[in-house]
């Protein structure tokens, strides 16, 4: 069984909060005590953390991310990713997968923050991504340096969740206007730069 962010703690608000630290160490504890939880009940995947970056101010799930920063998202992405998905002795050191490890289902790869004026992808209405001075790449670095480059002993978060918008582009240099479950360039993309692990949908 998988499920979101389990507890008061890591509820909506708490990933940016835990952004304002600018502190590593406090993000991975605080992941890894999730992930205690979370097996202490039975469930072995998290959907999260959130890596999308915080980059259009209207949109309603930037409370949920890292920030705007893409050096940060990424360098907190990895210890959040870490703390889930790696279980520690009683030394603090990394033993890798254990019972104590789980699943980090990161997302919204390639990025959900650029939302067009704000709108939420999960409605119709918000069904678009823009990317203003050509920011597809720069929304991929909490995923491709981030999540998927770890430098603890599970190397890489196992899954990923895809947003649920349409990358928009007027030369179609972001593939067919689908969204991000049924958009071929974007899962090349995944698999064409080392991820070989579940892409839900």
């Known amino acids: 069984p998988s499920m979101d962010p389990p507890s008061a703690y890591l509820r909506k608000t708490t990933p940016l909060a835990l952004a304002a630290t600018f502190d590593e160490e406090v993000v991975q504890e605080v992941y890894n005590t999730a992930a205690k939880l979370m097996r202490s009940i039975g469930v072995f995947e998290m959907l999260g953390p959130q890596s999308d970056m915080a980059t259009e101010p209207r949109w309603s799930r930037a409370d949920g991310t890292f920030g705007e920063d893409p050096a940060l998202a990424r360098d907190l992405s990895k210890a959040a990713v870490t703390g889930l998905q790696s279980s520690f002795d009683a030394d603090g050191n990394d033993l890798g997968w254990g019972n104590e490890s789980v699943i980090s289902q990161i997302k919204h790869f ?58 928009w582009s007027e030369d179609g240099k972001y593939g067919e206007l689908v969204g991000s479950n049924f958009s071929e360039y974007k899962t090349n993309l995944l698999r064409e730069n080392g991820f070989d692990g579940i892409i839900s949908t």
Do not use: C, W
Request: net charge negative; hydrophobic share 35%.
């Open 110 to 167: 390639p990025g959900d923050g650029p939302a067009e004026a704000g709108r939420e992808s999960h409605q119709d209405f918000g069904k678009y991504n823009v990317y203003p001075g050509d920011g597809f790449a720069t929304s991929t670095i909490p995923f491709f340096d981030g999540a998927f480059n770890l430098d603890s002993a599970t190397k890489t978060a196992l899954a990923v969740m895809p947003s649920y918008s349409i990358a």
